[in-house]
T-cell receptor
Framework: LAKTTQPISMDSYEGQEVNITCSHN???????ITWYQQFPSQGPRFIIQ???TKVTNEVASLFIPADRKSSTLSLPRVSLSDTAVYYC????????????FGGGTRLMVKP | SQTIHQWPATLVQPVGSPLSLECTVE??????LYWYRQAAGRGLQLLFY??????ISSEVPQNLSASRPQDRQFILSSKKLLLSDSGFYLC??????????FGSGTRLTVV
């Protein structure tokens, strides 16, 4: 499984756009990139998934360059409630695959 | 719709006592089930996963065991708890699509 590297922590202010980048240099051809959000004392929650180019949903956007060796989760106009840990995972898009959650990026949104 | 139930939410157990955490999934059949543990301020560690009844795979050697007596039931057990077993335990499932769905977790404190 591809290893991922992301910043340990980030600070932002309400209303700003936050971009969290994840490196996955050894991503495989059949690997997808998935991001999860975790609040304290809760299980991680699926945010967005992509394979290449750009994916957007009501919560976030995911930018993936052509070489797919990195990806950027973009959170538009964050609020205090976006304070959480964000995990980047890379692996095949099928059930039964065991994805590894690393330490994630701890995002702190300040007023 | 699919839901996942995990209980209890919190648990305080003395060292040497047994443990049984239960996880059930509704609204799906033959899910892949997982047990994760999260130490304070850390990422998620995969403990066990199961692709079917009676099929359990362990990712790390430890003081814990898992069982899957029914299709949608996954149980995490220990005969004698250690202090190091304290943590936040999460059950998760996947089916024939991408992404994990996590339960609400059990915070275990071994004293």
């Amino acid at each position: 499984l591809a290893k991922t590297t992301q910043p340990i922590s980030m600070d932002s202010y309400e209303g700003q756009e936050v971009n969290i980048t994840c490196s996955h240099n050894n991503i495989a051809t059949n690997d997808y990139i998935t991001w999860y959000q975790q609040f304290p004392s809760q299980g991680p929650r699926f945010i967005i998934q992509g394979y290449k180019t750009k994916v957007t949903n009501e919560v976030a956007s995911l930018f993936i360059p052509a070489d797919r060796k990195s990806s950027t989760l973009s959170l538009p106009r964050v609020s205090l409630s976006d304070t959480a840990v964000y995990y980047c995972l890379v692996g095949p898009n099928n059930a039964g695959n065991m994805l590894t959650f690393g330490g994630g990026t701890r995002l702190m949104v300040k007023p | 719709s699919q839901t996942i139930h995990q209980w209890p939410a919190t648990l305080v157990q003395p060292v040497g006592s047994p443990l049984s955490l239960e996880c059930t999934v509704e609204g799906t059949s033959n899910p892949n089930l997982y047990w994760y543990r999260q130490a304070a301020g850390r990422g998620l560690q995969l403990l066990f996963y199961s692709v079917g009844i009676g099929q359990i795979s362990s990712e790390v050697p430890q003081n814990l065991s898992a069982s899957r007596p029914q299709d949608r039931q996954f149980i995490l057990s220990s005969k004698k708890l250690l202090l190091s077993d304290s943590g936040f335990y999460l059950c998760a499932w996947t089916e024939d699509y991408y992404g994990y769905t996590f339960g609400s977790g059990t915070r275990l404190t071994v004293v």
